[in-house]
T-cell receptor
Framework: LAKTTQPISMDSYEGQEVNITCSHNNIATNDYITWYQQFPSQGPRFIIQGYKTKVTNEVASLFIPADRKSSTLSLPRVSLSDTAVYYCLVGDLYNTDKLIFGTGTRLQVFP | EPEVTQTPSHQVTQMGQEVILRCVPISNHLYFYWYRQILGQKVEFLVSFYNNEISEKSEIFDDQFSVERPDGSNFTLKIRSTKLEDSAMYFC???????????????FGPGTRLTVT
C-alpha cells in the first residue's frame, strides 16, 4: 500500500475554500485515492474517490495530476461543521478492501 | 438513509473479562469490518469478514479476538480476556457486495467506546 503524507493541521475561516494536499509518491498503477472525514467520537465517513484527473460530488472536489503522486481535496466555502480530521487513503481496491488510515489532517474552521 | 448501528455506545469492563461488541450492518451489505482507534491515534484495521469467514485480519487481531455473524443481521466482535491496552473506540463498518461508483466506500458505525480498568 502506498504511504501517504498530509499536513498535520490546517486552519480556515467560514466561507473560504480549503485545499488539503496529500503526497503519495509510491502510488501503484492499480491504486485508487480515497478521502474520508472523521468528526470527534464518530466513525469515518467517505467523502470522495478518484483515480485520475478531477472528480466532483456534492461535498468536495478531488484533483489528481497526471503523475498521480499527489492529490488535493478541495472543500468549497467551508462552515464550522466542516471542522474534522480528513484522511487520504491510497490502495488497490481490487486486491484488498482493508482501509489503512494515516494520521490525517485536522481542519479547524473558525467563525 | 440506512446506517450501521453499534451497541453499546460505551462499555466498561475489568481486565481479564470477556466483552462482546455488537453491530448491525446495513441490511443489504455483505462485507463487514472491525476497526479500532485508541484515543488520539490512528484508525486501525482489525478484520474483514465475508461469506461467514474472515477474509483478512491484522496483527492486532490475535487469538483473543473473534468475530461472528450469529444471525442475518448482527455482526459481533468478542474479546476473550481484555487487557488495559484494548481500551479504544471500536468501529464496525460494512459495504455492499457489488461496488458501485465508489469502490472503497465503507459505511462506519458510531463506535463503541471500550474502557478496560
Amino acid at each position: 500500500l502506498a504511504k501517504t503524507t498530509q499536513p498535520i493541521s490546517m486552519d480556515s475561516y467560514e466561507g473560504q475554500e480549503v485545499n488539503i494536499t496529500c503526497s503519495h509518491n509510491n502510488i501503484a498503477t492499480n491504486d485508487y485515492i480515497t478521502w474520508y472525514q472523521q468528526f470527534p467520537s464518530q466513525g469515518p465517513r467517505f467523502i470522495i474517490q478518484g483515480y485520475k484527473t478531477k472528480v466532483t460530488n456534492e461535498v468536495a472536489s478531488l484533483f489528481i495530476p497526471a503523475d498521480r503522486k499527489s492529490s488535493t481535496l478541495s472543500l468549497p466555502r467551508v462552515s464550522l461543521s466542516d471542522t474534522a480530521v480528513y484522511y487520504c487513503l491510497v490502495g488497490d481496491l481490487y486486491n484488498t478492501d482493508k482501509l489503512i488510515f494515516g494520521t490525517g489532517t485536522r481542519l479547524q474552521v473558525f467563525p | 438513509e440506512p446506517e450501521v448501528t453499534q451497541t453499546p455506545s460505551h462499555q466498561v469492563t475489568q481486565m481479564g473479562q470477556e466483552v462482546i461488541l455488537r453491530c448491525v450492518p446495513i441490511s443489504n451489505h455483505l462485507y463487514f469490518y472491525w476497526y479500532r482507534q485508541i484515543l488520539g491515534q490512528k484508525v486501525e484495521f482489525l478484520v474483514s469478514f465475508y461469506n461467514n469467514e474472515i477474509s483478512e485480519k491484522s496483527e492486532i487481531f490475535d487469538d483473543q479476538f473473534s468475530v461472528e455473524r450469529p444471525d442475518g443481521s448482527n455482526f459481533t466482535l468478542k474479546i476473550r480476556s481484555t487487557k488495559l491496552e484494548d481500551s479504544a473506540m471500536y468501529f464496525c463498518a460494512s459495504r455492499d457486495l457489488i461496488p458501485g461508483q465508489n469502490l472503497y466506500e465503507q459505511y462506519f458505525g458510531p463506535g463503541t467506546r471500550l474502557t478496560v480498568t
